[in-house]
């Protein structure tokens, strides 16, 4: 059974940074690209960055390009998302997010997600 | 704001059918999926694809697309209580490099 366990939110100040981590399990953590998706306070998903499997490739949404980074350990079926230069606008609950068999965007599997909340 | 467009909200009758619409550019190029979420619950892939389902989704459950008007469509035959959640699509961005989702269309099963 896939299993995906966010960690590592908490509440952060404007301009602060953190990280997220993601244990994976279930399935052969290398040969998938790996997400993040988020959803703010009482809005709707939005897509923030993948990952290639043999962690070499990764691109972002427009809206985090810059300050966020995203990386992977496969030696430890991890997953990790380093969040800097934080606004209130970065609040929610961010999830980590294994594609289908298929392939992106089919997101197949979907862990109980972690919540940041910017704040001052 | 997002590259996909759903519509707010929707309602429909307990064992009607209700159909929920996506449109975006990428849509000419990409095929939709469509994800399920419940309150206080992470989302659930209900259709990819075009129109597949995962194991365990129930078939009243499928999905469509139009290249040619660049909008995709899912579609619940015979709605249950059940079903009543938000719905969102999601597809590559028009330059296939990136994802996007809808703004989510909220179904209410009366």
């Known amino acids: 059974e896939v299993q995906l366990v966010e960690s590592g939110g908490t509440m952060v100040q404007p301009g602060g940074s953190l990280r997220l981590s993601c244990a994976a399990s279930g399935f052969i953590f290398r040969t998938y690209s790996m997400h993040w998706v988020r959803q703010g306070p009482g809005k709707g998903l939005e897509w923030v960055s993948v990952i290639r499997g043999n962690g070499r490739g990764a691109d972002y949404a427009d809206s985090v390009r810059g300050r966020f980074t995203i990386s992977r350990d496969n030696n430890r079926n991890s997953l990790f998302l380093q969040l800097t230069s934080l606004t209130t606008e970065d609040s929610g609950l961010y999830y980590c997010v294994k594609e289908h068999s298929t392939g992106w965007p089919n997101f197949a599997q979907w862990g109980q997600g972690t919540l940041v909340t910017v704040s001052s | ?110």
């Open chain 2, 1 to 110: 704001s997002s590259d996909l467009t759903q519509d707010p909200a929707v309602s429909v009758a307990l064992g009607q059918t209700v159909t929920i619409t996506c449109r975006g550019d990428s849509l000419r190029i990409f095929s939709a999926s469509w994800y399920q979420q419940k309150p206080g619950q992470a989302p659930i892939l209900v259709v990819y694809g075009e129109n597949q389902r995962p194991s365990g989704v129930p078939d009243r459950f499928s999905g469509s697309r139009s290249r040619g008007t660049g909008s995709a469509a899912l579609t619940i035959t015979g709605a249950q209580a059940e079903d009543e959640a938000d719905y969102y699509c999601n597809s590559r961005d028009i330059t296939g490099n990136l994802v996007t989702f809808g703004g989510g269309t909220s179904v209410t099963v009366l």
